[in-house]
């Protein structure tokens, strides 16, 4: 079993910028593709944007993140990372890393792609 820990959410004003990290208790931290997902009540949870295992691939929810967003990740300090900047009310959501074992340099940008998630960190935005 995989375990993920979210931090860096929080409370921010609109246009202000967050950094989410993700780090895992596996050893082979590069053997994972990973992605960041979002999830508000009341909605289906999406993908805001998913990394190859090397870090070498990326795609992004372009309508809801495109341009702001920054997916990356650092094998050696086994951690992925999203840069969130001007940040919107709408991007109000609990945002959860998601991981999965993979043998190519390939993006996953489906939640049913991930067997192992993270608990989720909570980013409020306000207006």
């Known amino acids: 079993q995989v375990q993920l820990i979210e931090s860096g959410g929080g409370s921010v004003p609109a246009g202000a910028s967050l950094t989410l990290s993700c780090t895992t208790s596996?050893?082979?931290?590069?053997?994972?593709?990973m992605a960041w997902f979002r999830q508000t009540p009341g909605k289906d949870r999406e993908l805001v944007a998913a990394?190859?295992?090397?870090?070498?691939?990326?795609?992004y929810n372009e309508d809801s993140v495109k341009g702001r967003f920054t997916i990356s990740r650092d094998n050696a300090k086994k951690r992925m990372y999203l840069q969130m900047n001007t940040l919107k009310s709408e991007d109000t959501a609990v945002y959860s890393c998601?991981?999965?074992?993979?043998?190519?340099?390939?993006?996953?940008?489906?939640?049913?792609?991930?067997?192992?998630w993270g608990q989720g960190t909570q980013v409020t935005v306000s207006s």
């Open positions: 990394i190859s295992r090397s870090g070498d691939a990326t795609t």
């Open positions: 596996g050893r082979t931290f590069g053997i994972y593709a």
């Open positions: 998601a991981a999965r074992y993979s043998m190519e340099t390939t993006v996953f940008d489906r939640d049913s792609d991930y067997p192992f």
